[in-house]
């Protein structure tokens, strides 16, 4: 979200006219970057929406259709439940404007996204408590869409969740034969509607288009003013509320997620070395 999606948009701006679509690569970031350009914010407001939108579907609708694909009562084949140890049915979260930590996530995912695309921020003091209780203000103003059941995604959860393996190798055998089908005709479509967008936002350009109309947010730990931290920090205390797990405080947060990458370059290097 913050950092692949605008690398994908930066490297199709920067390729402009003479964009290719020769590999699957190439189409995956003309895909990706055309769709994050088409929906770029213009104002702080449209951040706040973008969030309030992304809480719904994250932590609403998400846990509506794993609980419409398995329903508390569900049993499996063997006649036990479904929902049961170590499995733990989700509980789908309301946005609470007055709830501090969904106000919280509003607000560093709005800021995250208006520093990937030089939107304005409207405080000095963006972290402080009286501007996310603002912005959770702002958010419950929109109204997200409904939650509407999906069979088609209730079908990919069930194949994720299938410990079967001969229907995951066939499911994979399926994909690698469904790669090469490439539609020209969408390409070209895409193409076309990247290139009028490219001389819209060439209008905007300064000296590059990662200094004046997109750039990508790298993680960062120890600068605390990047809401880097801030967004894991709600996002992943809003997850456990969905679970009834215990919450973790912000510098517990900031220490482990600050090891992962490292842990997982030593151990790969340690098993490497053995």
């Avoid at 084949?77 to 989700?90: I, T």
């Avoid at 509003?106 to 000095?124: G, M, Q, T, W, Y």
């Amino acid at each position: 979200m913050f950092t692949q999606y605008p690398q994908s948009a930066i490297k199709i701006l920067d390729d402009g006219e003479n964009i290719g679509t020769v590999s699957a690569q190439d189409i995956t970031a003309l895909k990706e970057g055309l769709k994050l350009l088409k929906k770029r914010p213009n104002t702080f407001m449209d951040c706040v929406e973008f969030a309030r939108n992304k809480f719904e579907k994250l932590f609403n609708h998400a846990l509506k259709q794993l609980i419409y694909t398995y329903p508390l009562d569900k049993k499996n084949e063997d006649g036990n439940l479904f929902w049961s140890l170590p499995k733990r049915p989700p509980q789908p979260i309301d946005f609470d404007k007055e709830n501090l930590l969904h106000c919280s996530f509003i607000s560093a995912l709005a800021c995250l996204r208006a520093n990937i695309f030089h939107v304005e921020i409207p405080d000095k003091n963006p972290r402080s408590e009286a501007f996310k209780r603002l912005v959770g203000q702002q958010a419950s103003l929109f109204k997200p869409p409904e939650f509407v059941p999906n069979d088609a995604k209730s079908k990919e959860i069930e194949q994720s969740v299938s410990k079967d393996k001969a229907k995951e190798e066939e499911k994979k055998e399926e994909s690698k034969e469904e790669e090469p089908v490439i539609d020209v005709n969408d390409i070209d479509k895409l193409k076309h509607e990247f290139l009028g967008l490219f001389m819209e936002l060439t209008k905007l350009k300064k000296k590059s288009f990662e200094e004046s109309v997109i750039k990508p947010e790298d993680f960062e730990k120890d600068n605390d003013a990047n809401f880097h931290i801030d967004f894991i920090y709600s996002s992943g205390n809003i997850r456990a509320s969905c679970y009834k797990l215990e919450h973790m405080d912000w510098i517990t947060v900031k220490l482990k997620a600050g090891r992962i990458v490292p842990a997982l370059a030593t151990t790969t290097a340690s098993i490497a070395g053995l």
